[in-house]
Nanobody, 123 residues
Framework: QVQLVESGGGLVQAGGSLRLSCAAS????????MGWYRQAPGKQRELVAA???????NYAESVKGRFTISSGNAKNTVNLQMTNLKPEDTAVYYC?????????????????WGQGTQATVSS
């Protein structure tokens, strides 16, 4: 019942910046954390950055100091500001939300995924 819509991908030269945005809607779930994963051709999907309901953040070592995840102004939105991009950052970026059923805050956590947005960094 959670739908995630991503935007902000594109083509950029090395050293440039991109800003990704994600919005969750249409659910009766409580979002506990949101984040971004990415998958490059021939590689495993990996966590890029995540932010919890309380504002705690976590980053992959490869993006620390370059990427910043933040909550958006609207409820259940998240942004990923990517700077100093490198060709190895090229991937499909997927928004992720971890949620529990509204009214069942101690129940199981469910994962929801966006369709993905392509970010390509040229050298």
């Amino acid at each position: 019942q959670v739908q995630l819509v991503e935007s902000g991908g594109g083509l950029v030269q090395a050293g440039g910046s991109l800003r990704l945005s994600c919005a969750a809607s249409g659910s009766t779930f409580s979002i506990n954390a949101m984040g971004w994963y990415r998958q490059a051709p021939g590689k495993q999907r990996e966590l890029v950055a995540a932010i919890t309901r309380g504002g705690s953040t976590n980053y992959a070592e490869s993006v620390k100091g370059r990427f910043t995840i933040s909550s958006g102004n609207a409820k259940n939105t998240v942004n990923l500001q990517m700077t100093n991009l490198k060709p190895e950052d090229t991937a499909v970026y997927y928004c992720n939300a971890k949620a529990t059923r509204a009214g069942e805050l101690m129940g199981p956590t469910y994962d929801y995924w966006g369709q993905g947005t392509q970010a390509t960094v040229s050298s």
